[in-house]
């Protein structure tokens, strides 16, 4: 894998994004969809981002795993 913006080969992979959350937790950042509509209970899918890092130019590429599984969630919380 190479980085698209300046083609080097010095990518530093799979790394995750912290923040501290309430109470100074540190947490990964992630994306979660909804996939019910309850009033208590409800169903989410949730996954990290992963980040790939150039170590030439820094150009930051993100991704998650499993995208299939956020994309049938979305398609249920459109139900």
Known sequence: MNCIKCSSDKIIRDQ?????SHGNIEKNLSVSIQKTDNA???KFEERD????ICGSC???EMTVNNPNALWEAYQESKK
């Open 49 to 52: 981002f992963l980040v790939q």
């Open 40 to 42: 208590f209970f409800n």
């Open 58 to 60: 820094g150009n930051i």
């Open 16 to 20: 995750r994004i912290k923040y501290f």
